[in-house]
T-cell receptor, first 120, second 110 residues
């Protein structure tokens, strides 16, 4: 159980285009999803927290107009990198917290397999 | 911001040996978790230890937590080549937002 998928797994795009990455919780409802960015051989940097039905909360230094997040349902959150540039090239990973049997959140986050974005 | 520091940054051992990784953090926590990441993949949750716990076991994994020193260790016993991966500690404070450490790259050689 607790599987999170991401699509696409890999995307190459031209500078100036927009790219949408999907994050889905397959067998549980995720009230909260998280988006991370990871540079090669580095740790994960939290970009934003996405709550179903409300606006995302962005971490300091993350441009919300650059990285658009939508969490339209309890199983889907999307990250759109707008007007992508080569410096946006990175590994983007989402995670989801399930609501738990009693309805509250659990402490464990389940991670997607990541999306490798390359902007030419 | 990243609040966890992991030590060592890289570790290379022979199969069958034990691997120990350490994590230090800066602020009060509710719990600390360890994750594994294979190259170019997502993270796999390994174990969670709460702030009122001192030690926890799961299979070949042993995690300790010392809140007075703000540190944790992950011990992998009888390592296997398949354990080769990056290992990250992550802490949570008041909510369920994770703050990751810098990671340890473990290589287990045959």
């Amino acid at each position: 159980g607790a599987v999170v998928s991401q699509h696409p797994s890999r995307v190459i795009c031209k500078s100036g285009t927009s790219v949408k990455i999907e994050c889905r919780s397959l067998d549980f409802q995720a009230t909260t999803m998280f988006w991370y960015r990871q540079f090669p051989k580095k740790s994960l940097m939290l970009m934003a927290t996405s709550n179903e039905g409300s606006k995302a909360t962005y971490e300091q230094g993350v441009e919300k107009d650059k990285f658009l997040i939508n969490h339209a349902s309890l199983t889907l959150s999307t990250l759109t990198v707008t007007s992508a540039h080569p410096e946006d090239s990175s590994f983007y990973i989402c995670s989801a917290s399930d609501t738990g049997l009693a309805g509250g959140f659990t402490d464990t986050q389940y991670f997607g397999p990541g999306t490798r974005l390359t902007v030419l | 911001s990243q609040q966890g520091e992991e030590d060592p940054q890289a570790l290379s051992i022979q199969e069958g040996e034990n691997a120990t990784m350490n994590c230090s953090y800066k602020t009060s926590i509710n719990n600390l978790q360890w994750y594994r990441q294979n190259s170019g993949r997502g993270l796999v949750h390994l174990i969670l230890i709460r702030s009122n716990e001192r030690e926890k076991h799961s299979g070949r994994l042993r995690v300790t937590l010392d809140t007075s020193k703000k540190s944790s260790s992950l011990l992998i016993t009888a390592s296997r080549a398949a354990d080769t991966a990056s290992y990250f500690c992550a802490t949570t404070g008041g909510g369920n937002k994770l703050t990751f450490g810098t990671g340890t790259q473990l290589k287990v050689e045959l």
